[in-house]
């Protein structure tokens, strides 16, 4: 069974940082690519930034500049170090992992972490 966990939400005033850390953890065989996405109520969720197996990143326009994203040396963590941030930043974000399991490729999220930004 694969898990994956979100840590290092909260609340932050506008123009401060956090960093988001998730780790994907089972029966994991290989990970394709790791991803932060965001969800305010009402609306779909969206991609916030991705990186792939080969370190390839890709980044939404509206975090362009402020957000960085990383993988950790244990291959199955994520980082989403997050600056200079926005009101319009807030969200619940979610971690993403399109990864091969015992079961087949498949794409997993965790559980979410609330990111308040305060103006």
């Known amino acids: 069974q694969v898990q994956l966990v979100e840590s290092g939400g909260g609340l932050v005033q506008a123009g401060g940082s956090l960093r988001l850390s998730c780790a994907a953890s089972g029966s994991i065989y290989s990970i394709e690519t790791m991803g932060w996405y965001r969800q305010t109520p009402g609306k779909q969720r969206e991609l916030v930034a991705t990186i792939s197996s080969g370190s390839s990143t890709n980044y939404a326009d509206s975090v362009k500049g402020r957000f960085t994203i990383s993988r950790g040396n244990a291959k199955n963590t994520v980082y989403l170090q997050m600056n200079s941030l926005k009101p319009e930043d807030t969200a619940v974000y979610y971690c993403?992992?399109?990864?091969?399991?015992?079961?087949?490729?498949?794409?997993?999220w965790g559980q979410g972490t609330q990111v308040t930004v305060s103006s």
């Open positions: 993403n992992g399109r990864l091969l399991a015992a079961t087949g490729w498949g794409s997993y």
